[in-house]
Nanobody, 125 residues
Framework: LPLVESGGGLVQPGGSLRLSCAVS????????VGWFRQAPGKEREGVAC????????NYADSVKGRFTISKDNARRTVYLEISDLKPEDTGLYLC???????????????????WGQGTQVTVSS
């Protein structure tokens, strides 16, 4: 299932970005979709996800209040709005998808069988 991310870049601390993930090949409404990030030397970390069936969103504690996930069903696109960027937000941001089963989407890498290639976010002055 193609998941194609875009929107990353080099940003100064305190800046903002909007990441996009274009999806195809599956019924978008039936899937949990989200974002993970991979920083050098660290484990892959769930950042945000949005549940199938409009059951709401889930965020990592480290990004609450700064990151907002949303999706446009008509455009088949998932967005991640990032504000007040910090150097520790640096990493490869990966879009994920997994079949929704009626509960809140989890921040668990094993839940998501479909992964994009990622878009790099670098926060530095």
């Amino acid at each position: 299932l193609p998941l194609v991310e875009s929107g990353g870049g080099l940003v100064q601390p305190g800046g903002s970005l909007r990441l996009s993930c274009a999806v195809s090949g599956f019924d978008f409404v039936l899937f949990d979709v989200g974002w993970f990030r991979q920083a050098p030397g660290k484990e892959r970390e769930g950042v945000a996800c949005i549940s199938a069936g409009e059951r709401g969103a889930n965020y990592a504690d480290s990004v609450k209040g700064r990151f907002t996930i949303s999706k446009d069903n008509a455009r088949r696109t998932v967005y991640l709005e990032i504000s007040d960027l910090k150097p520790e937000d640096t990493g490869l941001y990966l879009c994920v998808a997994g079949r929704g089963v009626g509960h809140m989407c989890p921040m668990d890498t094993h839940w998501y069988p479909y992964w994009g290639q990622g878009t790099q976010v670098t926060v530095s002055s």
